[in-house]
């Protein structure tokens, strides 16, 4: 699956910090009511077509996981929770 990506070439803006602080939070939210409401809410909003511009090194890690995928280097979800327990378990 080929798609088009667009570059802006400059250091992380303000909006990009901002976007991967929420994304970072998100990611430790596990209350399905609260991201029940939270999908509800940005789902309504005006988003529009804006156009996403991710960094440098946003596409290189696309590339890279393109190439992972080329070169047959994936597991399944199972094996990566799996071993996220098993790494959980030796700290």
Known sequence: MKSTIFVERNVMTATDN????????????SNKDYL?????LVDKSAVGNDMVKLSEEQILMLNMSDEDIKNNRIISQDELD???LEWLKSL
């Open 18 to 29: 901002i976007r991967n602080s929420i994304i970072d939070k998100l990611l430790t939210i």
């Open 36 to 40: 029940t409401a939270l999908y509800q």
């Open 82 to 84: 799996q071993k996220d």
